[in-house]
């Protein structure tokens, strides 16, 4: 009796450990510039812990990753941030490549400088020999 519980324990637990979870791999390109890879750009997938760095070649790799639809956030300083919609399947590998453009500057408001001459009077030169 011992050896089938055994059995029907092990049978049980093997199927649930052998279902895999998904990876999620890619690239992050430079738009503004000739589609260089961008390095240390952070990712994230929104509501999750699951998180992410570049590396030098603009890859990254988040594994482990539970099945379902989510959405990656991908952001650089100095650049727009870009949110992409993905959905992980049980033990497939989604691979995704984004290009980020650079954030445009506000106008700059116009200025105005405004400079104070500051004149000697004749008393206040009167006091100096020449």
């Known amino acids: 009796m011992k050896q089938l519980l055994f059995v029907f324990l092990f049978?049980?637990?093997?199927n649930v450990s052998a279902q895999s979870n998904g990876v999620?791999?890619?690239?992050v390109l430079d738009a503004e510039i000739y589609n260089e890879p961008l390095l240390m750009a952070s990712l994230c997938l929104k509501g999750t812990s699951w998180k992410a760095q570049t590396n030098f070649n603009g890859n990254f790799?988040?594994?482990g990753v539970t099945p379902g639809k989510y959405t990656l956030?991908?952001?650089f300083l100095g650049y727009e941030t870009?949110?992409?919609p993905v959905e992980i399947k049980d033990?497939?590998?989604l691979?995704?490549?984004?290009?980020?453009?650079?954030k445009s500057l506000p106008a700059l408001p116009d200025?105005?400088?405004a400079a104070k001459e500051d004149y000697a009077t004749d008393s206040q030169i009167s006091g100096f020999k020449k």
């Open 24 to 27: 999620l791999s890619g690239k």
């Open 91 to 93: 033990g497939e590998r």
């Open 95 to 102: 691979d995704v490549l984004q290009s980020l453009k650079a």
């Open 11 to 14: 049978a049980v637990f093997y």
């Open 61 to 63: 790799e988040i594994a």
């Open 111 to 113: 200025s105005v400088v």
């Open 82 to 84: 870009v949110e992409v």
């Open 73 to 75: 956030q991908i952001s």
